[in-house]
């Protein structure tokens, strides 16, 4: 007797559970029938299809990334520019770098234009910043201008002398130039014998490569200095003159080895006339060769104690 009764009570406990349950669930299905909505069925496509196709996430031509800094992943022109240091056709003087200002001129600097323009054979491994300075000779013919007007010129004359510089940038450099040549003077006057004058020549120079970190590198050079000239005329008056100067012109460098360079150039040394000397422009076409130092230090690795650095 006492375990049918203890059955029934186990009964009883069990099936309240389940009528607890299906209350619940019917009370849930009774409040979406008052609000005036269907009941989802899985099987309904319209179900799914409706709510979406009006949504905003359909819309693909409203379509907007939601990231607060959106980063493409590649370097377009635009993001370059922002990067060093441009936005919007503005400078930002926070990133301002030494020469910079020159490309309002239309000159190139590594800061914007990198190493190199792909023009006339642009280096791999190595770099003429690896060897940034250089000592020079050269030598070639003076083209001589008149001394003094239709009394006292300069015949043509060989021109020599060596150079020192610096290259500052891929696209820039500075350089001090000596230089000098003793042309014999002619007078006016055919029957006084030709005298031998001297020519030397001094400046600090600023060369831009258009082309930058290439073999063949072509270039412009303006700079300021001075000139000093010693000559008779045709009254025995001795002149000792010195006078300030602006050569300018251009040349050419090619590279045979990292170290050893051959240069071609062609300049107007314009000296601008004073104590009774003319303003004169005396072209010089000169070659010589550079010798490149300041190669980067031998690397001591354990395994490789030979290996240089480029």
Not at 26 to 36: I, K, Q, R, T
Not at 59 to 68: I, K, L, V, Y
Not at 160 to 182: C, T
Request: hydrophobic share 35%.
């Amino acid at each position: 007797m006492f375990a049918i009764r203890k059955l029934g009570i186990q009964s009883l406990r069990f099936y309240s559970h389940r009528y607890a349950l299906l209350a619940g669930l019917l009370l849930f299905v009774g409040a979406g029938s008052v609000s005036g909505e269907p009941p989802i069925s899985v099987f309904d496509d319209e179900v799914f299809a409706e709510p979406f196709a009006d949504s905003e996430f359909a819309d693909c031509e409203s379509c907007e990334p939601g990231f607060d800094n959106w980063d493409e992943g590649i370097d377009t022109g635009e993001m370059l520019y922002e990067q060093r240091g441009f936005s919007h056709g503005r400078h930002r003087k926070a990133d301002l770098r030494p020469f910079d200002w020159v490309r309002h001129f239309g000159f190139r600097h590594s800061s914007t234009h990198g190493r190199h323009v792909d023009r006339g054979l642009p280096l791999e491994g190595t770099s003429w910043l690896n060897r940034p300075f250089h000592v020079d000779w050269f030598s070639g013919p003076l083209l001589g201008d008149d001394l003094v007007d239709k009394q006292v010129a300069q015949d043509n004359e060989l021109f020599g002398g060596f150079r020192v510089g610096w290259d500052i940038d891929y696209y820039w450099g500075l350089e001090a130039r000596f230089g000098w040549s003793k042309p014999n003077v002619q007078f006016s006057e055919q029957q006084q014998l030709p005298d031998n004058g001297s020519y030397f020549i001094s400046d600090v120079d600023v060369v831009y490569y258009p082309w930058g970190d290439s073999k063949v590198r072509p270039y412009m050079l303006f700079g300021a200095g001075m000139a000093r000239v010693r000559f008779s005329d045709t009254n025995s008056n001795n002149f000792n003159t010195t006078l300030f100067t602006t050569p300018f012109g251009g040349g050419l460098q090619i590279m045979q080895t990292p170290s050893l360079i051959w240069r071609f150039e062609v300049l107007d040394n314009l000296s601008y006339g004073a104590d009774g000397v003319e303003t004169m422009h005396n072209v010089s076409l000169t070659a010589g060769m550079e010798l490149r130092i300041g190669s980067r230090p031998q690397s001591y690795w354990p395994w490789r104690a030979s290996r240089k650095y480029w």
